[in-house]
């Protein structure tokens, strides 16, 4: 039985958009539906391994109250992984959207109650940004309140900043069970092969799951720039129904390999040491392939995130 | 920001909504203020989407309305410095050379292909060329430009000043303004002010009724170059603070009315006063001066200031419907500025009374050549009083835009900063006033310098330096270019020996 992650919220919160900019799809179709038709997508990335997308609407009329929570509540509910609620920060009816929210939570709590949950308050470009802080940190307060007993983390975010990519990318940090140990084993294979920086990335949609830098970069943004241009170039792949696999990247300053690594997983390797032959760094990459994938296996079929 | 958009652009189709950068999130175009040194100065309304929307005739009036200004003034007497004939050859030639090297301007921007230069303007093209010494260079020659107006503009408008101030109050007091000046005498006074003192026009006219003591004391409050001077500081220095002045750019209207004004003005009085012209080709006369003169360098000086829209003439084209018709606007436009110098030149030199009075009598600014009493003359001062008041604040802000946001980084870095700043333009202005108020010198010291990098030196050698990367670059070219750019260090030296 396939996990799934919920991505749910008002109709016209931003869910997605959001999903196309993160899963690089194409929009279906105009987010801005005019019947009263409820809809749900199944999209079936595969994200983080064996986990489904599956995007809920959720409100905006009574029938969805009805019609989903009461008959169809045990079938969306159970199985789910993480619950992604969006909230659109300009709503203007606080009081039903958290209604909704709670009864969300309510059939978590039923149906799986060990799944993770995780807020986030959208459109926050928005807001005026003296204001943005405080907004959020008022939002925060009341949706842990709301959630209890169960764990929210809240995010704010926008797609016309870093902040949707930020969050999505803690999201990811916290479903890898064994992410810390991830980490050392990376900063041991960047020492070992003297490269600059290292990162993992989630290969549906190149959040960076990790990464080791030896030394500052002046880029804070780099990671949803890279992101965003491979997501880019993955789409026109698309277009000649080839897919993309790898790449290096060269010029007098650097040389950086993108390349597969684990069956979930990318691997960007940066070496500003250009005399270094490439094929040593392939082979370097395709011996520590092995060692990672080893280490996914070595987890317990409970923590099935990065597991076939 | 940039990758974003390139990337939401991808996903969605063009007829879809959801992913196109509202415009809070893309960054406002920056104010763009368009200038011309003795011109006019306004904020542009610049297009994002790269493609203007003003027809060719609006293109080709807003370049006309920038280049007029205050320059008209003195080309009366710079056609009397070169002598009739040289001079109008002389603002043909220096309209069709400054013609070609905006051509150049124009062409520079399209000839780097390898960057975006979509929202460049010619200093960015210098610096792309010159690194951060054509940065510099060029910053350093646009505030020579811009300190030099606003220093002519302070002479100036301290002139029309005392001369709005004589006039209202020998209107009040109905004093019949007899002047030792030498004068015609109808109905049409024309004043030769420098005709006693030899050179400098004489500041503080005599008036024989000196036991008036009202009239006495109001000679010494009321000095054209003791105390007007000063009485503008208290106007114009909290003008010069604001941070943002596009509350004047509002009155841009001013300019294009005075110069058809001023038009109006030329031609009514010559011909009230008729022509009187003789041909002497080399001898001066007792009242005429030689048909080709060694002075008219000091007409190229001030027809390099006349004729210069170089440092914005990329941004004005760039709001141009058909693109294509790019370079004949801008010939048209310069045509067009040419032969209202030209008209505004030959009129009032031709017109000049000169039996009574010698043509060498035409002054810097030839609305001093009316007396103060001259109720056209007196409207032509008001309408210019205005028109500089209200551009005096945005080319302050501009030179202060430009020196602070270099230096400092920061356009506003603190009040102490802009006061300091504001001061010594100011001072400047003043002390021009009180001891050298000839704009004519002003404005040839500082048009040649300003134009020897922007009209002169950088188009060409732009010019020469990407032939010579696209190895196009052929023995004419460079022997014409090269040419050019001798021709205007010539200019520039040659001010100081004249």
């Known amino acids: 039985m396939k996990k799934k992650v919920l991505l ?26 005019l019947g009263a038709t409820i809809d749900v997508e199944h999209s079936h990335v595969r994200f983080l391994g064996n986990l489904v997308l599956n995007l809920w609407d959720c409100g905006g009329q009574d029938t969805f109250m009805e019609n989903y929570f009461t008959s169809q ?3 969306i509910f159970r199985n789910v992984e993480v619950l992604i609620y969006v909230f659109d920060v300009e709503s203007r009816e606080l009081e039903k959207d958290m209604h909704y929210y709670q009864s969300c939570l309510e059939a978590i ?59 999505w990318s803690s999201i990811v940090y916290q479903l890898i069970p064994n992410v810390q140990q991830l980490e050392m084993n990376l900063r041991n294979f960047a020492q070992i092969i003297e490269a600059d920086e290292v990162l993992l990335f989630e290969r549906a949609t190149f959040l960076v799951i990790s990464h080791y830098q030896c030394r500052e970069q002046r880029d804070v943004h780099r990671f949803e720039k890279i992101s965003n241009i491979i997501k880019q170039f993955k789409l026109s792949c698309s277009k000649l129904a080839a897919s993309f696999q790898s790449m290096e990247v060269r010029n007098s300053n650097f040389a950086a390999f993108i390349d597969i690594f684990t069956s979930n997983t990318y691997v960007m390797v940066v070496m500003s040491d250009p005399s270094i032959p490439s094929a040593a760094t392939l082979i370097n990459i395709r011996n520590a392939r092995k060692h990672f994938e080893k280490l996914e296996r070595v987890d317990g079929p409970k923590h099935s995130l990065l597991m076939r | 920001m940039n990758k974003r958009i390139h990337y939401y652009n991808r996903l969605s189709t063009p007829a879809d909504k959801a992913l196109i950068a509202p415009d809070h999130v893309v960054p406002a175009p920056g104010e763009c203020y368009v200038y011309s040194p003795l011109g006019s100065a306004y904020k542009l309304q610049s297009y994002t989407e790269g493609n203007g929307k003003n027809t060719s005739l609006v293109t080709i009036f807003m370049i006309w309305n920038t280049m007029m200004g205050t320059s008209i003034l003195s080309i009366p007497w710079g056609m009397k410095q070169a002598g009739f004939t040289t001079g109008m050859c002389v603002i043909i030639l220096m309209g069709l050379l400054t013609l070609y090297c905006c ?41 020579v430009s811009l300190i030099g107006a606003m220093i002519v503009y302070w002479v100036l408008m301290s002139n029309f000043l005392f001369n709005t101030g004589k006039f209202i109050f020998n209107f009040i007091h109905h004093i019949n303004d007899t002047d030792t000046v030498l004068s015609t005498n109808n109905s049409n006074p024309v004043i030769c002010p420098s005709a006693g003192s030899g050179g400098h026009p004489d500041n503080s006219s005599m008036i024989f009724n000196a036991n008036e003591t009202g009239i006495q004391q109001f000679e010494t409050w009321w000095d054209k170059s003791k105390t007007v001077p000063f009485y503008l ?15 004047f750019s509002k009155f841009n209207i001013l300019g294009t009315v005075s110069v058809l004004y001023l038009i109006f003005l030329v031609t009514f009085k010559a011909v009230h006063l008729g022509f009187h012209l003789e041909f ?129 980084g920061d356009i506003y870095p603190s009040i102490f900063h802009v006061l300091i700043l504001n001061l010594i333009i100011v001072g400047a202005g003043v002390i021009m006033a009180c001891f050298y108020p000839n704009i004519g010198g002003i404005i040839r010291y500082s048009g040649a310098a300003c134009g020897l990098a922007f009209v002169f030196i950088y188009p060409s050698l732009i010019y020469i330096i990407s032939l010579h990367q696209e190895d196009r670059l052929t023995w004419p070219k460079l022997i014409f270019h090269v040419f050019i750019i001798i021709l205007g260090l010539a200019n520039l030296i040659v001010q100081f020996f004249m």
């Not at chain 1, 919220?9 to 539906?33: E, H, Q, W």
């Not at chain 2, 500081?233 to 509350?247: D, H, I, Y």
């Not at chain 2, 790019?326 to 039996?355: E, K, M, Q, W």
């Open chain 2, 233 to 247: 500081v208290g106007l114009l220095l909290p003008l010069l603070n604001f941070k943002s002045p596009s509350f």
């Open chain 1, 73 to 75: 509540r045990d079938n």
């Open chain 1, 8 to 33: 749910m919220g008002k109709s016209g919160s931003g869910k997605t958009s959001m999903r196309s900019i993160i899963f690089a799809n194409y929009i279906a179709r105009d987010t801005r539906r």
């Open chain 1, 109 to 167: 709590l039923q149906n799986s109650p060990d799944a993770k949950i995780f807020c986030l308050v959208h459109k926050m470009d928005l807001v005026q940004e003296d204001q943005r802080d405080l907004i959020f940190k008022e939002r925060e307060e009341d949706l842990r309140r709301l959630s209890r007993p169960l764990e929210c983390a809240c995010f704010r975010t926008s797609i016309w900043d870093e902040t949707l990519y930020k969050a």
């Open chain 2, 103 to 143: 051509y150049r301007v124009v062409k520079s921007r399209t000839m780097i292909s390898s960057l975006d230069t979509a929202t460049w303007e010619y200093p960015d093209v210098c610096r792309h060329y010159f690194g951060s010494f054509g940065q510099w260079s060029s910053l350093l020659f646009s505030l």
């Open chain 2, 280 to 408: 002497h080709w080399f001898i001066p006369t007792e009242f005429f001066v030689p048909e080709i003169r060694f002075q008219f360098p000091q007409l190229t000086g001030v027809l390099t200031l006349a004729f210069f829209i170089h440092n914005c003439i990329i941004t004005l084209l760039k709001n141009n419907k058909n693109q294509e018709n790019n370079v004949r606007d801008l010939c048209i436009a310069y045509i067009l500025v040419t032969l209202t110098y030209l008209y505004i030149g030959v009129l009032v030199f031709a017109s000049f009374p000169s039996p009574p009075l010698s043509k060498d009598c035409i002054e810097q600014n030839f609305l001093d050549n009316f007396p103060s009493s001259d109720t056209l003359s007196f409207i032509a001062r008001i309408f210019l009083l205005f028109q500089m008041m209200t551009v005096y604040p945005l080319l302050g802000y501009l030179a202060r835009v430009q020196l602070l946001g270099h230096i400092f």
